[in-house]
């Protein structure tokens, strides 16, 4: 009948068939078929297969599943089949650096410390790099995620790929600029200088070499510290004083004002205040400008012809 005739075709070629001391039991996806070693005594139905429910497994589907992140749960074994990305007995762990696939076995090949999706190993790439395994750097004059941002940095100042943060040198840079020294756009502020201004000057009062440090005296002082330094000097074409750490321009003879910017107006001999322009007249001379000659004031007043500015003359 149909169902011997099954029973000796799977004991035959079935690999479900499991042999027992008295029986043959067949049995697939969905149902199960009893029967004797030599097919003799079939049990003449087809018994319906219990299929556990997801996540539970075991006899009687009474265990539980413990895997983790969406893994398949075996409902005969309980064991759990990891998705990608994920490994370990119930597949709580991504995978480790450097690794993805079905299990974690296969190995990345980002470069750059670039990260690699634990699924199907694509880099990310960090700002500075771009290429499907991050293996490129940015081209010079730009910088950032995919290199996207174009660098400001001048005068021959280097630009960080990934920030795009100026880099100077810090001196001569390479024998064919000799001692031509290069500089950012932004010099280093509060006192420092160096590689990314991170070093402290050491100047006193005064300001100091962005790239090496050197003091930056002001004109007429000297040495390391800008400690060294005549009390008079010459400040381009004027006299200069040096008063408590400070440059302040005397104008020549014949100048005055700020910046002696004004031409003294005194005649005959006098001399010109080199701050307020007044005239200290020569003797024999008076007037704002030193302009009359004095004679002798009793003879001159008797004959009525003092200048008009003797009384201011007499009362200064």
Request: glycine share 10%; charged share 20%; net charge positive.
């Amino acid at each position: 009948n149909f169902f011997r005739d099954v029973c000796i075709l799977v004991a035959k070629r079935s690999a479900h068939v499991k042999t027992a001391a008295s029986a043959i039991v067949y049995q697939d996806n969905a149902n199960v078929l009893l029967a004797s070693r030599d097919c003799r005594a079939i049990k003449r139905s087809i018994i319906p297969r219990l299929v556990c429910p997801e996540g539970r497994w075991g006899p009687g589907c009474k265990d539980k599943c413990r895997c983790a992140n969406g893994a398949h749960c075996n409902p005969a074994t309980g064991e759990c089949k990891c998705n990608l990305g994920y490994t370990g007995t119930i597949c709580d762990q991504s995978c480790p650096s450097g690794k993805y696939g079905l299990n974690c076995t296969l190995d990345c090949e980002c470069h750059g410390n670039a990260r690699c999706d634990p699924v199907q190993g694509c880099c990310d790439c960090p700002p500075g790099r771009y290429g499907t395994r991050c293996q490129f750097v940015c081209p010079p004059g730009f910088y950032g995620w995919y290199c996207s941002q174009s660098c400001s940095c001048q005068n021959g100042a280097s630009c960080d790929p990934g920030d795009g943060q100026c880099l100077c040198p810090p001196g001569p840079f390479g024998e064919m600029l000799q001692n031509i020294l290069l500089q950012c756009e932004s010099s280093c502020k509060n006192s420092t200088y160096g590689p990314h201004c991170q070093l402290k000057c050491d100047c006193g009062d005064y300001p100091c070499d962005p790239r090496d440090g050197t003091c930056q005296c002001p004109v007429g002082l000297s040495g390391p510290k800008c400690q060294q330094g005549p009390n008079i000097f010459h400040f381009s074409s004027e006299m200069c004083i040096l008063q408590q750490k400070s440059v302040v321009p005397v104008c020549r003879q014949g100048r005055y004002g700020e910046n002696c910017v004004h031409k003294c107006q005194c005649y005959n001999g006098a001399t010109c205040d080199r701050k307020t322009g007044k005239c200290t007249c020569a003797p024999g001379y008076l007037g704002p400008t030193c302009q009359h000659e004095l004679k002798d004031p009793n003879s001159v007043a008797k004959r009525g012809d003092l200048p008009e500015d003797w009384e201011w003359r007499t009362r200064r």
